[in-house]
């Protein structure tokens, strides 16, 4: 089993900042993609961003330019820096790691989701 744990949610004003930090751990032998998702109520969870083990990095239009994503392989960490917030972006965003277990099973593994909430 893969635990996720995502942190750093919050209110903030818009123009504001907020770094989102996910910790991924357990049997874990390698981790491939790492992402951050998004979901507002009544709407399909999307995309934010994604990065590769190699940082390769990809983004959702609405939010290139202000947010960036990275990653600690060490540390099975990914990150989520979110400048220039506006109201739009508020939701519940949710962490995606994609693993390779010590028994060579591969999870798809969600975190609990922490809420971002930009005032205007």
């Known amino acids: 089993q893969v635990q996720v744990v995502e942190s750093g949610g919050g209110l903030v004003q818009a123009g504001g900042s907020l770094r989102l930090s996910c910790a991924a751990s357990?049997?874990?032998?390698?981790?491939?993609?790492m992402g951050w998702y998004r979901q507002t109520p009544g709407k399909q969870r999307e995309l934010v961003a994604i990065?590769?083990?190699?940082?390769?990095?990809n983004y959702a239009d609405s939010v290139k330019g202000r947010f960036t994503i990275s990653r600690d392989n060490a540390k099975n960490t990914v990150y989520l820096q979110m400048n220039s917030l506006k109201p739009e972006d508020t939701a519940v965003y949710y962490c995606?790691?994609?693993?390779?277990?010590?028994?060579?099973?591969?999870?798809?593994?969600w975190g609990q989701g922490t809420q971002v909430t930009v005032s205007s």
């Open positions: 357990g049997s874990i032998l390698s981790i491939n993609a």
């Open positions: 990065i590769t083990p190699g940082g390769s990095t």
């Open positions: 995606n790691v994609k693993s390779l277990s010590l028994g060579l099973v591969g999870f798809d593994s």
